[in-house]
Each structure stands twice: as structure tokens, then as C-alpha cells.
């Protein structure tokens, strides 16, 4: 198993900035991919940005050019720079975790941006 904390998250005026962070531990041999997804109130789930350990990134067109993701491979962690937050940026924002074919989930993070 692998255990997934989140932190980082809250409430921003619109146009401000947020960097949320998450730490994997236990069985943390053969993470692959981390990243960052969102779910916002009525709506489905859906890919904020994820970075494999080589370092391929990808990005929803949404958040391209105003968030940043990386990871420090020796901590185990990955993070999520957001600059620029519209109140449509506004969801409960879950790390991510792929172990060969398994995916693990955070309970997320909470943020809010005011208009």
C-alpha cells in the first residue's frame, strides 16, 4: 500500500497563488507516475497535470502556462505550483500515485479561489 498526504491547499483571490504538496510513503518501490487531479462540485473528476519519474509532464489545456508540477524523486513527493487561479480553478484537488498498474489517491485538498 501507499499512503498519500496532501498539503497546501485554501482559499486565494482570483489571480493569486497556491502550491500544494504531497508525500508518498509506504510500499513507495515502483511509483511511476504522480500527479494532481480535481474534482469540483457536480462534476466528474479530471486530470490536473501529472510528471512520470523521467519526467515527462503533461498538463490539462486549462492549467497550461499558470500551474507547475515537479517532484523530488528522493522524497517522494510531488508538487503543484498554481499561479494565476481563476475562481474556475475552485475543486477539492486529490494527488495521484501509479505503482506498476495501481493507482493510489490522497483524500485531497481543499482550494477555493474568490473572484
Known amino acids: 500500500q501507499v499512503q498519500l498526504v496532501e498539503s497546501g491547499g485554501g482559499l486565494v483571490q482570483a489571480g493569486g497563488s497556491l502550491r500544494l504538496s504531497c508525500v508518498a510513503s509506504?510500499?513507495?518501490?515502483?511509483?511511476?507516475?504522480m500527479g494532481w487531479y480535481r474534482q469540483a462540485p457536480g462534476k466528474q473528476r479530471e486530470l490536473v497535470a501529472t510528471?512520470?519519474?523521467?519526467?515527462?509532464?503533461n498538463y490539462a489545456e486549462s492549467v497550461k502556462d499558470r500551474f507547475t508540477i515537479s517532484r523530488d524523486n528522493f522524497k517522494y513527493t510531488v508538487y503543484l505550483q498554481m499561479n494565476s487561479l481563476k475562481p474556475e480553478d475552485t475543486a477539492v484537488y486529490h494527488c495521484?500515485?501509479?505503482?506498476?498498474?495501481?493507482?493510489?489517491w490522497g483524500q485531497g485538498t481543499q482550494v477555493t479561489v474568490s473572484s
Open positions: 495521484n500515485v501509479r505503482r506498476w498498474r495501481t493507482d493510489y
Open positions: 509506504g510500499e513507495i518501490f515502483g511509483i511511476n507516475a
Open positions: 510528471i512520470t519519474t523521467g519526467g515527462d509532464i
